[in-house]
Nanobody, 122 residues
Framework: QVQLVESGGGLVQVGGSLRLSCAASGRFFSINDMGWYRQVAGEQRTLVATITSAGNTNYADSVKGRFTISRDNAKNTVYLQMDSLNPVDTGVYYC????????????????WGQGTQVTVSS
């Protein structure tokens, strides 16, 4: 099992910055892709950014140039640096990890954190 704990959310004014962190713990063989997703009340969860274990990144068009995803493989931690925030960035941000629980099997599973609220006020 993999546990994901997010931190760094909060209230920020338009144009401000926040840095989210998500640390993975538990028993697993490897963690592969990690990413951040945003959910607004009444809407589906949508991709914000993902990063592979090799450091390849992917961003939603709406955050390109403003958000930066990174990870520290030694700490099993993924970060999301959010700059130039605006009200449309408001929502609950969830961390996701795709992990391989055991070296005996190639099956991977998705794990989610509990979410952290980001509110951008105008």
């Amino acid at each position: 099992q993999v546990q994901l704990v997010e931190s760094g959310g909060g209230l920020v004014q338009v144009g401000g910055s926040l840095r989210l962190s998500c640390a993975a713990s538990g028993r697993f063989f490897s963690i592969n892709d990690m990413g951040w997703y945003r959910q607004v009340a009444g809407e589906q969860r949508t991709l914000v950014a993902t990063i592979t274990s090799a450091g390849n990144t992917n961003y939603a068009d709406s955050v390109k140039g403003r958000f930066t995803i990174s990870r520290d493989n030694a700490k099993n931690t993924v970060y999301l640096q959010m700059d130039s925030l605006n009200p449309v960035d408001t929502g609950v941000y969830y961390c996701k990890a795709v992990a391989r629980p055991s070296s005996y099997y190639t099956t991977q599973f998705q794990y989610w954190g509990q979410g952290t609220q980001v509110t951008v006020s105008s």
